[in-house]
């Protein structure tokens, strides 16, 4: 088990405008007002399962930034204090809705998530420093075969901005949406038909170690595709399995210079990475170094972090989620100009994120959050609105 979010997580995209993928700070705020504390979440149960489904929210409250959960009418509590070794937490669930049937609960004004599980209730604790999250990579974990997943929200000030997330893992099928204030419904994160199925079969036809993301239970059955960086973490998937592709782009870079315009609302701001002693050094207009790279591992790309940190800034951070981008979806040989915004363009390259490939192949509008900044060229399943009256989760068939 972890404690924290996933290594990119919905709340720094609602308190940031996502610009072409890139995320601008300063985005108006209007009144308090215009979002009420709590709005309706209304869960429907389209998965065909018999099993009892549980539902859990929990997160930040932004009011005053203490950490719990909220209950069936949005209701927010405090988690009590944790331990070392962490002590179980405070039953959070609620009952979710049996199979064909639908239920309303209130969410509240949360940076966080929402969970639902099939059949058990998930087992969290607490320590000394917040809640513990699951963590199905560590074989020991207690909610390792428990089918469960969960979806990322922001309900603020600003309006709600809430996804369907595959950053950690790719498990039981869901969809998300919001009524918005004229009306309309938006939603994201529906499969096509068979494409539960068809992501792991992707996966298992891969070679090179990608079968090895598929976790199942003792009975063999089906229960998550871990992310390709926690297969690098666990040994599933080889430390190398992208070295081919990086060496070939920093050979490329040596010798051409790669422009990145992160900001699609500001063309006229560049950067020119070119590689030297090893390094990718990025220059301005000006031709001041303003940032520099080393060569990533796999995990690296895979995580989005580490050797291509991304700070929330104006200028390391855009440059690494465009590198980032380009990395998972082999687009930098291909283009010296990036980000590169086609799909069409996206996992050409033998060697390439192929669990992002798999998932995106996969969805039915394409959209997907299967690493941690698949919103550069706004491929993200990502739904918001300002005056948001109702948001929706859809638990789909596992079929």
Known sequence: MRTGFA???LPLAATAALIGGALTLGIPQPAAAAVPDTIPLKITNNSGRGDQVYVYDLGTQLSTGRQGWADANGTFHAWPAGGNPPTPAPDASITGPAAGQSKTIRIPKFSGRIYFSYGQKLDFRLTTGGL???AVQNPSDPNRNILFNWSEYTLNDAGLWINSTQVDMFSAPYAVGVQRS???VATTGHLKSGGYNGVFNALRGQSGGWANLVQTR???????ALSPLYGVETGGLPASVLSDYVNRVWTKYASTTLTVTPFADQPNTKYFGRVSGNVMNFTNSAGAVVTSFQKPDSGSVFGCHNLLDAP???VRGPISRTLCA??????LL???NQPDTNPADFYKDAVTNQYARAVHAQMADGKAYAF??????????LVNDGGPQQAYLTLDPLS
Not at 372 to 381: L, T
Request: aromatic share 6%.
């Open 334 to 336: 291909t283009s010296a």
């Open 312 to 314: 929330n800034d104006q």
């Open 132 to 134: 513990v999250q699951p």
């Open 182 to 184: 004229d009306g309309s």
């Open 218 to 224: 003792p009975d063999g059955t089906v229960l998550r």
């Open 372 to 381: 941690a900044f698949d919103d550069v060229g706004n491929q993200e399943s």
């Open 326 to 331: 380009g990395f998972n979806r082999s687009t």
């Open 7 to 9: 290594r990119r997580t």
